[in-house]
């Protein structure tokens, strides 16, 4: 029920920069609607990672960093790290499912 | 310090039912609207259900709707998730969520997650 795309997976050694793509359409994204994002490392809750496009909360490393642009965005992960592998969902709102949010597909971030 | 504390979850046979809660804790309860997130085993996140924090308007996504009722006690500090006829499909860690509120819409981020409660739907 994912509307927004996620490549399934991305890796990088550590020190690398990494991007995740979130790729959505007029109805979420495109519309203007913002995006945040969430890390789950595995067997844990999800956790806010960045909020309104590219908004770090308090405690979140400035290694994260998020960009928005027409139906699409994107988290970048700059000098890898081992404890940055997670698993990582966009999120928006879509106007054609009332009262919806939606999640992308996910992406696993592996360090080599 | 904002704490969601989920119960309620199990195993549970196609066609039952089973009633989720969601004691909350460290922020004023009412002024927020509160979700249901879902989590398949292996699979990605999915919203089932929400309510306002004013009028206690209730959401629902598509697979759930007409299944699930989404309800709030503000006294209590407590949300609930009262699920029927389940199926297979159902199985899941299901999360409470806190969605932080802005003025603009699409511009709400969930700030909280509880740690789950795994529901499983077999036979």
């Known amino acids: 029920q994912s509307v927004l795309t996620q490549p399934p997976s991305v890796s990088g050694a550590p020190g690398q920069r990494v991007t995740i793509s979130c790729t959505g359409s007029?109805?979420?994204?495109?519309?203007?609607?913002?995006v945040h994002w969430y890390q789950q490392v595995p067997g844990a809750a999800p956790k806010l990672l960045i909020y309104?496009?590219?908004n770090r909360p308090s405690g979140v490393p400035d290694r994260f960093s998020g960009s928005k642009s027409g139906t699409s965005a994107s988290l970048a992960i700059t000098g890898l790290q081992a404890e940055d592998e997670a698993d990582y969902y966009c999120?928006?709102?879509?106007?054609?499912?009332?009262?919806?949010?939606?999640f992308g597909t996910g992406t696993r971030v592996t360090v080599l | 310090e904002v704490q969601l504390l989920e119960s309620g979850g199990g195993f549970v046979q196609p066609g039952g039912s089973l009633r989720l809660s969601c004691a909350a804790s460290?922020?004023?309860?009412?002024?927020?609207?509160m979700f249901w997130v879902r989590q398949a085993p292996g699979k990605g996140l999915e919203w089932v259900s929400s309510?306002?924090?004013?009028?206690?308007?209730?959401y629902y996504a598509d697979s759930v709707k007409g299944r699930f009722t989404i309800s709030r006690d503000n006294s209590k500090s407590t949300l609930y998730l009262q699920m029927n006829t389940l199926r297979v499909e159902d199985t899941a860690i299901y999360y409470c969520?806190?969605?932080?509120?802005?003025?603009?819409?699409?511009?709400?981020?969930?700030?909280?997650w509880g740690q789950g409660t795994l529901v499983t739907v077999s036979s």
């Open positions: 969520v806190r969605e932080s509120p802005s003025n603009r819409v699409g511009a709400d981020y969930f700030d909280y």
């Open positions: 460290g922020f004023t309860f009412i002024s927020y609207a």
């Open positions: 309510i306002s924090a004013g009028d206690g308007s209730t």
């Open positions: 007029s109805s979420n994204i495109g519309a203007g609607y913002d």
């Open positions: 309104v496009n590219n």
């Open positions: 999120q928006s709102y879509d106007r054609s499912l009332r009262g919806s949010r939606v």
